[in-house]
């Protein structure tokens, strides 16, 4: 009997292990990740704010908010394309919206390293924190409304 035990006792701790590794993965597994201190120098005051400690910019605030022309905003962290024109729709909040991402560039919900809330959304790329979803969009098209901070994208007119 305790033969056996000494076998299954460091099965059970690999096993653990194995697990413990998995969600610390899951949290990490960003393609872009820095520490907390490059993305501090690397930002502006506000794009920090928001995109690592999940703050939201003032509404009717960024310049973004008035953009028609055909072109795509990617995120300011990282460059990864988030959204384009075509998918912005004047939801009269006072912040830049849209009512679908580009495929796959955004993941949502909840980040434990981070704090965010169920409706959050983070660039799938570097996990920076965008802003939040709603289902009271345009009902003609998706009936999402993402809500998304001007500070966390840069915009790139098309062609360029
Ligand atoms: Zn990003």
């Known amino acids: 009997m305790r033969k056996l035990l000494v076998f299954i006792f460091p099965l059970m ?8 590794q998995k969600n610390d993965k899951a949290s990490q ?10 993305w501090k120098a690397e930002l502006s005051e506000g794009q920090y704010r928001i995109l690592r400690k999940g703050d939201t910019e003032r509404a009717f605030t960024s310049p973004l908010n008035d ?7 990617v995120c300011a962290a990282c460059g990864n394309p ?8 004047d939801s009269g909040t006072g912040w830049p919206s849209f009512d679908r991402p ?13 704090g965010y809330e169920d409706n959050e959304v983070h660039c ?7 802003g939040h979803v709603f ?17 966390a994208m840069e915009f790139i007119p098309e062609g360029e």
């Open 82 to 89: 988030l959204y384009k024109t075509k998918y912005k729709f």
């Open 29 to 38: 597994e960003y393609e872009v990740t820095k520490t907390d201190a490059q």
């Open 124 to 130: 799938a790329r570097c996990g920076g924190h965008l």
């Open 67 to 73: 953009i028609k022309e055909p072109g795509t905003f």
């Open 102 to 114: 580009i495929e796959d560039a955004v993941s949502y919900g909840r980040n434990t390293s981070f």
């Open 13 to 20: 701790l690999f096993s653990c292990n194995g697990n413990a």
């Open 135 to 151: 289902e009271d969009g345009p009902r003609n098209t998706t009936g999402e409304r993402h809500c998304i901070n001007g500070l």
